[in-house]
């Protein structure tokens, strides 16, 4: 890839939520003007939806897609990789970057069906990226250029918190980031339905929850204290949250959510290529 990062196209196959976010980000923090992303979606309202909220083109098909752009975001569901892969296989070099955000799709095998040795980063981020606030994690294959990665990675910074990981711990991070929003939607559910059923109006049980999880993230981020140490300073011996941290060990709580982890890691591992 000879051309400078003004002059990169960038592509998305498919157009569903997570590629909408990426593309918001980036547009909305001026990393790249949209005349330079290009996007196809079998299905032509999404594509409709992204050019008209974002001024971005739309491609014929996915073909196009690989054939004009420098960089191509691989956003369909992992099941569709397979007939994805077939359709761009006679299309691609190794001039052209791909951008993988499926789980437990590996670089080898988007190798292997491409029958090309094309540079690929696999990322994994998660549904806050909608906001801004995602956590995305990336890896890289060796062929892949510097600028290119460093690029690639300031995209997903536009939308979030980035960590750059070897490509063997993939599957398991799906279990750290990409799955574990929906641990903290279900502890939320569990404290509210919990102050429902002691008299507490839900609405708000839901406003003191919400904010006491940010600010409980705040201090494991700004305190510099272990998350061990918070635990001690808002549990006074015999006390109140004693008494409930007493029943989440008994309870054997974390080693649920070691248990519900490594589920997840697992069943990334059998549902990947």
């Excluded at 491409?114 to 294959?141: D, E, H, I």
């Amino acid at each position: 890839m000879v051309l400078g990062a003004e002059d990169w196209k960038i592509g998305f196959i498919g157009g569903g939520n997570m590629a909408g976010a990426i593309i918001g980000g980036v547009t909305s923090c001026g990393k790249i003007s949209p005349h330079r992303i290009f996007v196809y979606d079998r299905h032509s309202e999404k594509l409709d939806s992204l050019k008209q909220k974002y001024g971005v083109n739309s491609a014929e098909s996915d073909v196009d897609v690989a054939k004009i752009c420098d960089i191509i975001f691989l956003a369909v569901k992992p099941q569709n990789f397979t007939d994805l892969l077939r359709s761009l296989k006679h299309t691609v070099t190794e001039k052209k970057v791909f951008v993988s955000i499926a789980a437990g799709i590996s670089s080898e095998f988007i190798a292997k069906s491409l029958s090309c040795r094309c540079p690929v980063v696999r990322a994994m981020p998660n549904t806050p990226l909608l906001l801004g606030k995602g956590a995305t994690a990336v890896s890289k294959t060796e062929n892949v250029p510097r600028d290119v990665f460093v690029f690639i990675r300031s995209l997903f910074e536009c939308c979030g918190t980035v960590s750059v990981i070897d490509e063997s711990q993939m599957d398991a991070i799906v279990s750290v980031g990409g799955s574990s929003p929906a641990y903290v939607y279900l502890f939320v559910k569990s404290v509210i339905d919990s102050a429902v059923g002691q008299g507490i109006d839900s609405g708000t049980a839901f406003d003191i929850i919400c904010q006491t999880i940010c600010g409980s993230v705040e201090m494991l981020k700004k305190s510099g204290r272990t998350p061990e140490e918070l635990i001690k300073m808002v549990s006074t011996k015999g006390g109140t949250t004693a008494a409930a941290v007493d029943v989440f060990k008994k309870e054997h709580f974390e080693d649920i959510i070691d248990d519900a982890m490594k589920a997840c890691t697992a069943r990334t591992k059998e549902l990947g290529l």
